[in-house]
Nanobody, 121 residues
Framework: QVQIVESGGGSVQPGRSLRLSCVAS????????MGWYREGPGAQRELVAS???????TYGDSVKGRFTITEDGAQDKVTLQMTSLQPGDTAVYFC???????????????WGQGTQVTVSS
């Protein structure tokens, strides 16, 4: 039906940068929003950044000023540019897409499998 694929995770030292990409494909009529969430060790899943069809961007408090989310023109891909990475950013990062699968009123939520980001010395 709908596939969400993340890429770009890896291991970096504190202060370095990393770029994550997410691509949505499949039976999608239109995309309302796409975003990134993360789960640190023993932590709840939290919002990192999201962008909607209107271009509205929302960031989690812990990443404001350090991370930037952008969406391509086709609205099927988002990029998360992460700078000044800290050990606290270590987590599995999940891409989420909220989409219309047809011309109806309702949107549906899909998640990628996650990509690991590790920040350590």
């Amino acid at each position: 039906q709908v596939q969400i694929v993340e890429s770009g995770g890896g291991s970096v030292q504190p202060g370095r940068s990393l770029r994550l990409s997410c691509v949505a494909s499949g039976t999608i009529y239109s995309i309302y929003s796409m975003g990134w969430y993360r789960e640190g060790p023993g932590a709840q899943r939290e919002l990192v950044a999201s962008i909607d069809v209107y271009g509205k961007v929302t960031y989690g408090d812990s990443v404001k000023g350090r991370f930037t989310i952008t969406e391509d023109g086709a609205q099927d891909k988002v990029t998360l540019q992460m700078t000044s990475l800290q050990p606290g950013d270590t987590a599995v990062y999940f891409c989420r897409a909220e989409v219309w699968v047809d011309q109806g009123h309702y949107t549906y939520e899909y998640w990628g499998q996650g990509t690991q980001v590790t920040v350590s010395s």
